[in-house]
Nanobody, 120 residues
Framework: QVQLVESGGGLVQAGGSLRLSCAVSGSITFSRYGMGWYRQAPGKQRELVATVSSGGNTNYADSVKGRFAISRDNAKKMVYLQMNSLKPEDTADYYC?????????????WGQGTQVTVSS
């Protein structure tokens, strides 16, 4: 069984920073998985925030480029999202995802989410 547990969310003023963490446990070869952070604001669809591939390549939504940074620690089976210069529109539930696509199948695991609220 694979578990992803997010932490680090909270209430912060606009312009502030937060660091989200995602701890991965269970039967998973962490280093072979792409990891990502997604978010879902009230009344909106879940959207991609940032991803980091098994090889360390990163990708960001345009709305967070230059403000957020994703990183991973394969030894600790952790993934992080450093969020700087936060804006009220960053308010959402943030979810961690682990995914791996093979030739004939794919795997995707989600955490329960952590809430981020940015006040103006």
């Amino acid at each position: 069984q694979v578990q992803l547990v997010e932490s680090g969310g909270g209430l912060v003023q606009a312009g502030g920073s937060l660091r989200l963490s995602c701890a991965v446990s269970g039967s998973i070869t962490f280093s072979r998985y792409g990891m990502g952070w997604y978010r879902q604001a009230p009344g909106k669809q879940r959207e991609l925030v940032a991803t980091v591939s098994s090889g360390g390549n990163t990708n960001y939504a345009d709305s967070v480029k230059g403000r957020f940074a994703i990183s991973r620690d394969n030894a600790k089976k952790m993934v992080y999202l450093q969020m700087n210069s936060l804006k009220p529109e960053d308010t959402a539930d943030y979810y961690c995802n682990a995914n791996r696509v093979l030739t004939w199948t794919s795997y995707s695991y989600w955490g329960q989410g952590t809430q981020v609220t940015v006040s103006s």
